[in-house]
């Protein structure tokens, strides 16, 4: 993922934050020779305290043998994705038609050692750590190694814990456009009032301002 200085993160505490709010994204493992990498959609829990992502995943499931092989994993996430019309993007001395349209996204992608949980009582653990994080008002039984009503059901997945070893995260909102640009951008996203719309413009205004000072070129 190209990052450019205008789209990179202030600090960490952006993504951080950001990422806590999203918690499904594309798993991708490197496959194995003559083989085209996998790339598995998974809810997931990102835990910032201890560095690592949780997950689980059908036992059946055809990466198992090429994640054994390469443990190298990439966990990526893009979300208040939009699309700006080239016009918006026109600065003032050039005709709108001359406007280069482009995509508002922002994106974190976790570089993960995977490890493979199949002890019974580690996946019951993992399991509860996700339904209370995606269920946290309950209505669902523990899950406990031996005992009933979900323990014959572990045997069908295996967990995975993912050890965060590099974050690269990007935020492309008119990073590098004037001032008078991006409040331009940031007016006709409220007016178009789109899926995402909101949010993308969100996140133009937090990170320069709808009228604040021009990027870098």
């Not at 600065?91 to 406007?99: L, R």
């Not at 492309?172 to 899926?195: F, N």
Request: aromatic share 8%.
């Amino acid at each position: 993922m190209l990052i450019r200085p205008f789209d990179a993160i202030r600090d960490d505490s952006e993504w951080q934050d950001w990422l806590a709010a999203h918690d499904f994204g594309q798993l991708v493992v490197n496959g194995r020779p003559g083989e085209a990498p996998y790339a598995q959609p998974t809810h997931f829990l990102y835990d910032a305290s201890r560095g690592e992502v949780v997950t689980h995943l059908a036992r059946p499931n055809p990466l198992w043998p090429a994640l054994e092989a390469n443990p190298d994993v990439l966990l990526s996430v893009v979300d208040d994705h939009v699309f700006v019309p080239g016009p918006w993007q026109a600065a003032a001395d050039i005709p709108p038609e001359h406007g280069e349209p482009t995509s508002f996204y922002a994106a974190v992608q976790l570089r993960c050692t995977a490890h493979v949980m199949d002890d019974p009582a580690e996946k019951a653990e993992l399991l509860n750590r996700q339904v209370g994080h995606f269920q946290p008002e309950g209505g669902t039984a523990r899950v406990a190694a031996g005992e009933e009503p979900f323990s014959r059901k572990l045997a069908a997945l295996r967990g995975l814990r993912l050890e965060v070893t590099e974050v690269r995260a990007k935020f492309k909102y008119a990073g590098k456009r004037s001032g008078q640009v991006r409040e331009r951008i940031a007016d006709e996203l409220a007016r178009r009032d789109g899926p995402r719309d909101d949010v993308a413009r969100a996140h133009l205004l937090r990170r320069h301002g709808a009228g604040g000072a021009a990027g870098p070129a």
